[in-house]
């Protein structure tokens, strides 16, 4: 009995002293993350993987979101512990913060109006093409378009295929899974992902440089991999 009541005691203790993190993500990267327009609360893949990998961690989370592109900066200026927003490992931004594990794999597709004549890099030379600021689609055009004067950033990604399907720009260029899921969604019938998959890629958390947090969050996703918390959430988004 007095063994319960200390197995009790210790229980509540532990869940007291859990830490609160600064969670942050992008407000749109479909089906990664968005707002539910109904309740005005963050869904979508990444929303509940790290939901599910903060319980197995062990600590609570206060979420915001923010530009993408000031995402990585906030971490390197220490005001925000982690990001989860489909986020590219590169070497460069392995520089100024901490990657887990990659729990996504990922890369960058072209997306046209239906049935235009374009299917592959070379035919967006010279072209007028929407991609999103401070994404490593972005980078990716910079460095293999030799005409990228057409290169058009904006700031988040319905902008840039309201303008595809109204014409001001030719292509889109982005991360192939939120391409894909807005040719089969609103996009549908009007646009389609053509072309190879460029520039394999892999998502990770992003945690601020030296976080004591990166491996109890590998920890943690080495654990939903293998439970089928991990499967259950990405069949349920693609």
């Known amino acids: 009995k007095t063994l319960g009541a200390g197995l009790a005691l210790s229980v509540a203790a532990t869940s007291v002293s859990a830490e609160t993190l600064r969670v942050v993500t992008d407000p749109s990267f479909v089906p990664f ?4 327009q109904e309740t005005g609360e963050m869904i979508g893949f990444d929303m509940e993987v790290i939901a599910a990998v903060a319980e197995r961690a062990g600590f609570d989370y206060d979420l915001n979101t923010m530009d993408f592109n ?6 390197q200026a220490g005001n925000v512990d982690i990001a989860i927003a489909g986020i590219t490992i590169t070497e460069e931004r392995g520089e100024i ?8 794999d990922s890369g960058l597709r072209i ?3 239906s049935g235009a004549d374009m299917d ?3 035919d967006l030379e010279g072209k007028k093409i929407g991609t999103k600021i401070g994404s490593t689609s972005y980078d990716y055009l910079m460095k293999s378009l030799d ?3 057409g290169v058009t950033p904006y700031p988040g990604s319905s902008d840039m295929y309201m303008a595809l399907m109204s014409r001001a720009i030719d292509a889109v260029f982005y991360d192939a899974p939120n391409v894909g899921y807005f040719a089969s969604t609103k996009g549908k019938g009007k646009v389609e992902a053509v ?3 460029y520039e394999g890629q892999q998502y990770g958390i992003a945690l601020k440089k030296g976080s004591q947090w990166v491996g109890p969050v590998n920890e943690a996703l080495a654990e939903i991999k293998e439970d089928g918390t991990y499967k259950t959430i990405y069949e349920k988004w693609f």
Do not use: H
């Not at 993350?33 to 539910?36: A, G």
């Not at 000031?70 to 971490?75: E, F, Q, V």
């Not at 913060?97 to 996504?104: G, Q, R, T, W």
């Open 33 to 36: 993350e968005m707002m539910d």
């Open 120 to 122: 592959d890099m070379s």
């Open 70 to 75: 000031g995402i990585i900066p906030a971490l």
């Open 111 to 113: 997306l046209v109006r």
């Open 195 to 197: 072309g190879p998959l």
């Open 147 to 149: 005409d990228d004067d």
């Open 97 to 104: 913060v901490d990657f887990s594990d990659p729990y996504y």
